[in-house]
């Protein structure tokens, strides 16, 4: 009996350790779960850092990604353009070139129209048709061949009367100028063309006083003083009267006048 209680105390004691025992795992599972629990959170955490991490590390690679291959695209474009910029340059400056040619041309053109209108007007002023025939003369209809050359006898009419200056730019209007008289011949034959009119009138020709003595319009000198009587004097310019010879008049005077011009050789 007394093993028996013997063994039933063991037994007890066995039963309390293993109460003991069965109670200790019992608070120990409490902590266990309580740790690892905080264990799974960090980790939850760490997880969580990690993935926003590695969302920003993609996001940011993929942004430098973007950003690297725009910059590529720009200075792809970058050079397009310059390659196309030099391109319109060269151009352009082919198109400067040909427009210059292309001035060149049209002043050619017009200068040619301009050169064809006066061979026309030439062929029509000297070899007028007549009878559906050109015959053509050394001076315009209206003009008188005297040698080798053509003179106009302007005999307007009172309020076209002209002064001397008016007098010349008319001739020069008729690729003409006032009568610059050579020869006593010449002057012979002006003077029986200067019908006297209006009491003692006369016409103009290109002889005037400039820097105090009588010049002709080309410049040269009156040589034969005895051509005019008159001494010179400033503002003064000589007008051809019939029988009269030359007479010195005011250049501001209104007369009529003669105009000279080459002959055409035909
Ligand atoms: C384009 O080229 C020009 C001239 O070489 C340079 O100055 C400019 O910075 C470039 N721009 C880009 C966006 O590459
Ligand atoms: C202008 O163009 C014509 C025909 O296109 C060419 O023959 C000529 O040489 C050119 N002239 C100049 C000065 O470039
Ligand atoms: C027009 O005539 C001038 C001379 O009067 C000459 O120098 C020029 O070459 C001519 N132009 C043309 C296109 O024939
Ligand atoms: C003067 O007129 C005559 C007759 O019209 C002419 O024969 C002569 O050639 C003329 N002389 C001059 C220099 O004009
Ligand atoms: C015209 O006369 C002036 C003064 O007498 C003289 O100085 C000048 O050399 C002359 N001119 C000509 C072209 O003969």
């Given at each position: 009996m007394?093993?028996k209680?013997?063994e039933?105390?063991i037994?007890d004691?066995v039963?309390?350790?293993?109460k003991?025992?069965e109670q200790?795992?019992?608070?120990n599972?409490?902590?266990?779960?309580e740790?690892?629990?905080s264990?799974r959170h960090?980790?939850?955490?760490?997880?969580?850092c990690?993935?926003?991490?590695?969302v920003i590390?993609?996001?940011g690679?993929?942004?430098?990604?973007?950003y690297?291959?725009?910059?590529?695209?720009?200075t792809?474009?970058?050079?397009s353009l310059?390659?196309?910029?030099?391109?319109l340059e060269?151009?352009?400056?082919?198109l400067e070139t040909e427009?210059?040619?292309?001035?060149?041309?049209?002043?050619?053109?017009?200068w040619?129209?301009?050169?064809i209108s006066r061979?026309?007007?030439s062929?029509?002023a000297y070899?007028?048709k007549?009878?559906n025939k050109?015959?053509c003369?050394?001076?315009q209809?209206?003009?008188?061949?005297?040698?080798s050359?053509?003179y106009?006898?302007?005999d307007a009419?009172r309020d076209?009367?002209?002064?001397?200056?008016?007098?010349q730019?008319n001739?020069r209007e008729?690729c003409?100028d006032?009568?610059v008289?050579i020869?006593?011949e010449e002057k012979k034959?002006v003077s029986?063309?200067?019908?006297?009119?209006?009491?003692?009138?006369?016409?103009?020709i290109?002889l005037?006083?400039?820097?105090?003595i009588w010049?002709?319009?080309?410049?040269r000198n009156?040589?034969?003083s005895?051509?005019i009587?008159q001494?010179p004097?400033d503002g003064?310019?000589?007008?051809?009267?019939?029988n009269?010879?030359?007479k010195?008049?005011n250049c501001n005077?209104?007369?009529?006048?003669?105009?000279?011009?080459?002959?055409?050789?035909?």
């Open positions: 007394a093993v209680k013997e039933e105390t037994y004691d039963k309390v350790k293993h003991a025992t200790t795992p019992d608070t599972n409490v902590s266990i779960d740790r690892s629990d264990r960090h980790y939850q955490q760490l997880a969580c990690l993935g926003t991490f590695c590390l993609v996001l690679i993929i942004a430098v990604t973007v690297q291959k725009q910059v590529m695209n720009l792809a474009e970058n050079h310059r390659e196309k910029n030099e391109q060269a151009q352009n400056k082919g427009k210059e040619n292309l001035t060149e041309q049209i002043r050619d053109i017009s040619n129209n301009l050169n061979s026309q007007w062929i029509d070899c007028p007549e009878n050109r015959t003369k050394p001076c209809n209206g003009w008188d061949h005297v040698e050359s053509c106009a006898v302007n009419v076209q009367w002209k002064t001397w200056e008016e007098a730019e001739c008729k003409s006032l009568p008289v020869n006593e034959n029986e063309n200067s019908w006297k009119y209006d009491g003692n009138k006369g016409y103009w290109g005037r006083v400039e820097d105090g010049k002709w319009l080309d410049g009156l040589t034969d005895s051509w009587n001494p004097s003064h310019c000589a007008i051809s009267v019939q009269e010879g030359f010195s008049v005077e209104k007369n009529r006048w003669i105009c000279k011009k080459k002959a055409v050789v035909v």
